[in-house]
């Protein structure tokens, strides 16, 4: 599977935006999906994941409330809807692929390009 990440841009302190990653193949409903960020100067994180039938989340405490991750198999779709979006969530935010609810990036198999987020104060 290829995964190809959108829906980045800039918003003010507050707002809300929602991330999409498109992803090829007929296997997208065997992966369970994540996204992850990384911040200027510091490494990637992770942000949330999903079980293969979405019916499973994790979430980082820091976006625990504010972010939701959901994926639609019929569409081969992962996103994330981000709200009350603070300067500290300024990163390039990454879709990843893999075979079990981790967080670790090691952990991940697959990764796409990353859009870039910026929230302005």
Do not use: H
Not at 8 to 22: E, M, P, Y
Not at 69 to 94: C, F, G, H, W
């Amino acid at each position: 599977v290829q995964l190809q990440a959108s829906g980045g841009g800039l918003v003010q302190a507050g707002g809300s935006l929602r991330l999409s990653c498109a992803a090829s193949g007929r296997t997208f409903s065997t992966y369970v999906m994540a996204w992850f960020r990384r911040a200027p100067g510091k490494e990637r994180e992770f942000v949330a994941a999903s079980s293969r039938s979405g019916g499973d989340t994790s979430y980082a405490d820091s976006v625990k409330g504010r972010f939701t991750i959901s994926r639609d198999n019929a569409k081969n779709a992962v996103y994330l809807q981000m709200n009350s979006l603070k300067p500290e969530d300024t990163a390039v935010y990454y879709c990843a692929a893999g075979k079990y609810l981790a967080r670790p990036t090691t952990a991940w198999d697959i990764w796409g390009r990353g859009t870039l987020v910026t929230v302005s104060s």
